[in-house]
Structures are given as C-alpha cells and as structure tokens.
C-alpha cells in the first residue's frame, strides 16, 4: 500500500479526473458513500459504545483483519446481499453531527450525510462556515442536502450541543488544511473532543499536519479515520497514528498505482510488500544442500568493557537470523571476559597493546578480519575512543563488503563533517546506518523533535543524498534507500525501547546480508523480522514492558 503527501495525492487526484477523465463528483461520490458505510458498520456492529477502542488497530491498515464491507459473510447460493443502508431495518434513534468545512472535505461530509439518512440515521449537518462559501463539488453537495431536507445549523448562528447526539463526522479539514485549525473550526474540534462522542474522520482527523504526523492545537482525537483511496503520510507517522484511531483505507476510484509516477515512493511494509516489491523469497534463503559457508559470515567489530553484552547481543542476533558463521572482532585484553558466552560464536582479537581499548585496536586489522568474511557490522557498545572519525573513514573506503553502522559508530559518523560521509567516496558495496532518531539528529545536525517531526521525509532525504540505506528507529521505522524508496513497518510495539534492542537488530540486519540479501531487502526484511520476533517474546511473557533485548534474540 503506497503512503502519499497531500501534495502527491493532489496530483494523483489531477491525474485521475484530467487524463483518465474520471468526474470529480464521482470520487466524492465514492468518498462519502465510504465515509457512510463506516458509520453504519459502527452502528450495526455496536462499536459507538466501546469506549475501550480508543488507539490505532494498525492491522486494519496492514490488510490482516481489513473490514470488507457488507459481504463479509461467504455468500451462499441464494443469499441477498444488500447495501449496508438498505439492511438497517432498526437504526434506532442514531443522531448523528457531520461537521461541515468549506473544502472538499467538506463535500465528502455532505455525501456521506446523505447516505445516513438514507440509511434511516438522524443527521444534522453542522456548518463551519456560512455554507455559501462552499464551492465547486462541495457547494452542488450541500445543495442537494439542502433539497432532500437535511437539518443544518451554522457555528456562530445557532447554537451547537453535542450531548444528544450518537456520534461525530469530522469533514472539517482534510488534505488542503494548513497549520493550526483556526476559528470556528478551533471551537468545533474542542467541542467534538469534549463530547467524549465517538468521531469518524473523514481521509484524516482535522488538525493533524498529513504530511508529517505532527498535530496542531486543537486536533480531533477520532474512533476511526476513513482514509480516501492513499494512505496518508501523517496517518503512518506519530503522534498522529495516536489522534487517527483506527485506520480503514478505502479506494474511491483513484488508481492507486498512479502514486510514485507523482513523488516518491512510500509503502507501508507487510508481508505483501516484502514478497512483491522486495521480493524477498524466505523459501529460498536455505538451499537443501548447503553447507555453513552456503549461508555466510558476519565480521561483528563490536563491545567495550562495559557494553560487552552489545556485542553479545548483536552477534547471536546475526546467528539467530540464518547467518552460517559469525565472527565477533574485539580488542585482545577483552577476549578472555567473553569467552564461552555463546559458545557458537567465534572471536578473533584485535592487537590493542593490552589496554583493552578500541583506540589501540587498529583498522587496518579489522580490515584484515574482514577480507575472509561476508559482511563487516560495527558500532554496537563501541564507545568513543580518540580518533574514532578516522578509525570509521577507513573502513567505510577501504572494506569491500556490505557494511552495517550503528550506536557510537553514527556518532563518529556525524564528526565526519557538515556534507557528511559522502566526502568520503562512494563505496564499492551496499552501506546501511541504523540510527534511532537521536542518533539521526546528530548526523542530520538537528534536535531529536526536529527529527521526529518528519520521520520520513529526513529519513528519505538523507539516504538519497548520502547514498546508504538508512533504517530510522522508532515506533513505525522507516526504511530509506538510496534510490528515494521507503517503507513503514508495521510489526513491533513500545514494549522494545529497551536497552539493547537496537543491537540485536544490527546483527538480524547483518545476518541477512549474509545470505545474500541485498541492502534494501536485509534491511526491510530485518525490521519486520525484529518487530515479529519483539511480538512474539512479548506473547510468551505475556508483557510487552518486562521485554529484554536478548527475549527478541530467543523469539527469532
Ligand atoms: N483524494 C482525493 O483526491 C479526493 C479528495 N477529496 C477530499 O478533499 C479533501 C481535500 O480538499 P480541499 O478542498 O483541497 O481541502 P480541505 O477540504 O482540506 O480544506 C481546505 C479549506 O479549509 C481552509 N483551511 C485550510 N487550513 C485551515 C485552517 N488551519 N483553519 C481553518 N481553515 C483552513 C482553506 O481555506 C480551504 O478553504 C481531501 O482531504 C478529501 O477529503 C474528494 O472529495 C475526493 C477526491
Ligand atoms: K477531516
């Protein structure tokens, strides 16, 4: 499912009405009649009453348990199907509020309206503007409401209680909103939230930024977002995912395929995603013949004293990931603390002068390690040492394997100068970076809110520039290619913010380029592969907050 800016769904929008001649009353058409049936769902399923539904049930959105309108029973030979309105023989006495903005958002609003009262519904539309302000589609929408006898009240004519009411349209402000809702749609968002009633958002809640997920003050906290034919990037991104509720994408006739022809390239990454687009083939990650060097060798040049189990961490992970060998490259005076640990690791020490420390441990011997190894893997529990910068420079252009940096190595990565690491060549083979986003904001030489503010588009951005891959940590991480791609995984959950999570994933990442995959596969794939595993530890111990890192390890 591709993940879209306004603007790219402005012009995906263009596209569809000028050159596929589709009418934009159509699409509106589609969009209400959307918007409607969701209500109705929630009407006859009883879901105006749960309260207990108030976050984001991101498998809607991910296809799992998608909501496939009125047929989702099987049909048997002889069943009548009917329209959802057409079945609501009781709708009892449902009130409810379409709050109306002057756009197109609003227009979807009015359709809407008038399928629920098709539907039986009680409807009152309520105006944020003299409804003579309307325009174009919407304003042929609000006439045709008027015709049929919707009820309307004006914010600022008539006064507007929402306490009788069922529940709440949100049609106030869609993709055309810019900053902070002003106004009469202030006092309506407030007032919605007030009611404590259950808001159905029309494409996405009223006062969320849908390019970045930031949300203004005030925003509408919605039961369900009825996104309209693309996933929008603020919906994806938090903390608007938090004010969208759940997420039902509906297609309202717009080709879907038209989105990377009209800006970049998002999709939201599922098990679909990674077999099409990716094309990742698990089923051929194992040949029934192979050997242990079928399957590959991790270099891990990793730990200090006192982050040794980073190392550890990292190194079982790439094991645990399919990887056939895994050597973990440490300075000489540590090897003795970690021996037997895992005992199917293999160490190799680096000459350190017997001071135990990363600054005497050369790069050149590294390097060496390396050149019988698959792939080279380095930051976990690493530290600072003096000359950090030009250890990591030397590596990044003399090692001819794929490379993975993390943790402190992004750090002496972010030293390496305000163009960043681009200066120091093109290298022969893939690079990922794997920051979370305050290591993100060091490298990017902003603040960690900055950072978040924009998941996707820094991500995306700095990838393109500095040509890595580029994994950006965090609820809904962001995978970035080179090439101006980007994924959003959807597997994990806040139970994995826990110290050394991020370590296991450079080794799963590592231990997937092993076996052959490439930068943008290993890294999608180990993401989702991270959050599936963090899932299922959290299942087995039936917390998601007593989660440990080496839990995830055990769960792969
Ligand atoms: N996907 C599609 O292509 C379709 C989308 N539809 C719906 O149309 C909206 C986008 O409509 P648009 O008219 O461009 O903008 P809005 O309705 O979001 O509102 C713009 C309107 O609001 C005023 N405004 C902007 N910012 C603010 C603010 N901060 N405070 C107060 N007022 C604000 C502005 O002046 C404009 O007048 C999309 O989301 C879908 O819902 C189509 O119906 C089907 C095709
Ligand atoms: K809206």
């Given at each position: 499912?591709?993940?879209?800016?306004?603007?790219?769904?402005?012009?995906?929008?263009?596209?569809?009405?000028?050159?596929?001649?589709?009418?934009?009353a159509?699409?509106?058409?589609?969009?209400?009649?959307?918007i409607?049936?969701e209500?109705?769902?929630?009407?006859?399923?009883?879901?105006?009453?749960?309260?207990?539904?108030?976050?984001?049930?991101?498998?809607?959105?991910n296809?799992?348990?998608?909501?496939?309108?009125p047929?989702?029973?099987?049909?048997?030979?002889?069943?009548?199907?009917?329209?959802?309105?057409?079945?609501?023989?009781?709708?009892?006495?449902?009130?409810?509020?379409?709050?109306?903005?002057?756009?197109?958002?609003?227009?979807?609003?009015?359709?809407?309206?008038?399928?629920?009262?098709?539907?039986?519904?009680?409807?009152?539309?309520?105006?944020a503007?003299?409804?003579?302000?309307?325009?174009?589609?919407?304003?042929?929408?609000?006439?045709?409401?008027?015709?049929?006898?919707?009820?309307?009240?004006?914010?600022?004519?008539?006064?507007?209680?929402?306490s009788?009411?069922?529940g709440?349209?949100?049609?106030?402000?869609?993709?055309?909103s810019?900053?902070?809702?002003?106004g009469?749609?202030?006092?309506?968002?407030?007032?919605?939230?007030?009611?404590?009633?259950?808001?159905?958002?029309a494409?996405?809640?009223?006062?969320?930024?849908?390019?970045?997920?930031?949300?203004?003050?005030?925003?509408i906290?919605?039961?369900?977002?009825?996104?309209?034919?693309?996933?929008?990037?603020g919906?994806?991104?938090?903390p608007?995912?938090?004010?969208?509720?759940?997420?039902?994408?509906?297609?309202?006739?717009i080709?879907?395929r038209?989105?990377?022809?009209?800006?970049?390239?998002?999709?939201?990454?599922?098990?679909?995603?990674?077999?099409?687009a990716?094309r990742?083939?698990?089923?051929?990650?194992?040949?029934?013949?192979?050997?242990?060097?079928?399957?590959?060798?991790?270099?891990?040049?990793?730990?200090?004293?006192?982050?040794?189990?980073?190392?550890?961490?990292?190194?079982?992970?790439?094991?645990?990931?399919?990887?056939?060998l895994?050597?973990?490259?440490l300075?000489?005076?540590?090897?003795?603390?970690?021996?037997?640990?895992?005992?199917?690791?293999?160490?190799?020490?680096?000459?350190d002068?017997?001071?135990?420390e990363?600054?005497a441990?050369?790069?050149?011997?590294?390097?060496r390690?390396?050149?019988?190894?698959?792939?080279?893997?380095?930051?976990?529990?690493?530290?600072?040492?003096?000359?950090?910068?030009?250890?990591?420079?030397?590596?990044?252009?003399h090692?001819?394997?794929?490379?993975?940096?993390?943790?402190?190595?992004?750090?002496?990565?972010?030293?390496?100068?305000?163009?960043?690491?681009?200066d120091?060549?093109?290298?022969?083979?893939?690079?990922?970076?794997?920051?979370?986003?305050?290591?993100?904001?060091?490298?990017?030489?902003?603040?960690?809110?900055?950072?978040?503010?924009?998941?996707?588009?820094?991500?995306?951005?700095?990838?393109?520039?500095q040509?890595?891959?580029?994994?950006?940590?965090?609820?809904r991480?962001?995978?970035?290619?080179?090439?101006?791609?980007?994924?959003?995984?959807?597997?994990?959950?806040?139970?994995m913010a826990?110290?050394?999570?991020g370590?296991?994933?450079?080794?799963?990442?590592?231990?997937?380029l092993?076996?052959?995959?490439?930068a943008?596969?290993?890294?999608?794939?180990?993401?989702f592969?991270?959050?599936?595993?963090?899932?299922?530890?959290?299942?087995?111990?039936?917390?998601?907050?007593?989660?440990?890192?080496?839990?995830?390890?055990?769960?792969?």
């Amino acid at each position: 499912m591709f993940i879209v800016t306004a603007e790219q769904m402005r012009a995906v929008d263009e596209h569809t009405i000028q050159k596929l001649g589709i009418p934009a009353a159509s699409l509106m058409e589609n969009a209400g009649r959307a918007i409607a049936e969701e209500v109705i769902r929630m009407c006859r399923e009883g879901d105006v009453d749960r309260r207990s539904e108030q976050h984001a049930c991101w498998n809607d959105v991910n296809g799992k348990r998608a909501h496939t309108g009125p047929g989702d029973r099987p049909a048997h030979g002889g069943d009548i199907i009917a329209d959802p309105a057409l079945v609501m023989e009781q709708p009892g006495d449902q009130q409810w509020y379409m709050l109306i903005g002057k756009g197109n958002n609003g227009g979807d609003g009015l359709v809407a309206a008038r399928h629920l009262v098709e539907a039986g519904l009680g409807v009152t539309l309520v105006y944020a503007d003299a409804p003579d302000a309307l325009r174009g589609e919407a304003a042929v929408q609000r006439d045709a409401a008027a015709q049929i006898g919707i009820p309307a009240l004006v914010h600022g004519r008539e006064a507007v209680d929402f306490s009788r009411c069922t529940g709440i349209v949100d049609a106030l402000l869609g993709t055309g909103s810019r900053g902070a809702p002003r106004g009469a749609y202030a006092a309506l968002i407030e007032a919605a939230n007030d009611s404590g009633k259950p808001v159905v958002s029309a494409d996405v809640p009223s006062g969320l930024n849908a390019d970045t997920g930031e949300v203004y003050e005030p925003c509408i906290q919605a039961r369900v977002t009825v996104c309209l034919a693309l996933l929008k990037r603020g919906l994806v991104q938090y903390p608007g995912a938090s004010a969208a509720g759940r997420i039902v994408v509906r297609s309202i006739g717009i080709p879907a395929r038209l989105a990377p022809e009209h800006g970049p390239s998002v999709r939201l990454l599922t098990e679909e995603v990674l077999r099409s687009a990716l094309r990742v083939d698990t089923g051929r990650l194992r040949a029934p013949d192979g050997h242990k060097g079928t399957y590959g060798h991790v270099l891990l040049a990793a730990g200090s004293l006192p982050m040794s189990g980073a190392g550890l961490l990292s190194a079982k992970a790439a094991l645990r990931a399919g990887c056939g060998l895994a050597t973990w490259a440490l300075p000489a005076a540590l090897l003795p603390h970690v021996i037997g640990t895992v005992p199917e690791l293999m160490l190799a020490a680096a000459a350190d002068g017997d001071s135990g420390e990363w600054n005497a441990a050369s790069a050149d011997a590294v390097l060496r390690l390396a050149e019988s190894r698959d792939v080279l893997a380095t930051g976990p529990g690493l530290g600072r040492f003096k000359g950090d910068t030009d250890w990591l420079r030397r590596l990044w252009q003399h090692s001819d394997r794929p490379l993975v940096i993390d943790a402190d190595a992004l750090n002496m990565l972010a030293d390496a100068g305000p163009t960043g690491p681009r200066d120091w060549g093109k290298r022969s083979a893939a690079t990922i970076l794997t920051p979370h986003p305050g290591e993100m904001g060091r490298l990017l030489g902003m603040s960690t809110p900055e950072v978040q503010r924009d998941r996707i588009g820094h991500a995306a951005r700095y990838a393109r520039e500095q040509g890595v891959t580029l994994v950006l940590k965090g609820a809904r991480t962001v995978i970035a290619t080179p090439s101006g791609e980007a994924y959003i995984n959807t597997t994990g959950h806040a139970g994995m913010a826990t110290g050394g999570a991020g370590d296991v994933l450079t080794g799963i990442i590592a231990g997937l380029l092993a076996q052959g995959l490439n930068a943008e596969q290993a890294a999608a794939f180990g993401v989702f592969l991270h959050g599936q595993a963090g899932e299922r530890a959290a299942l087995l111990r039936g917390d998601p907050a007593s989660l440990l890192a080496g839990d995830i390890v055990d769960a792969l």
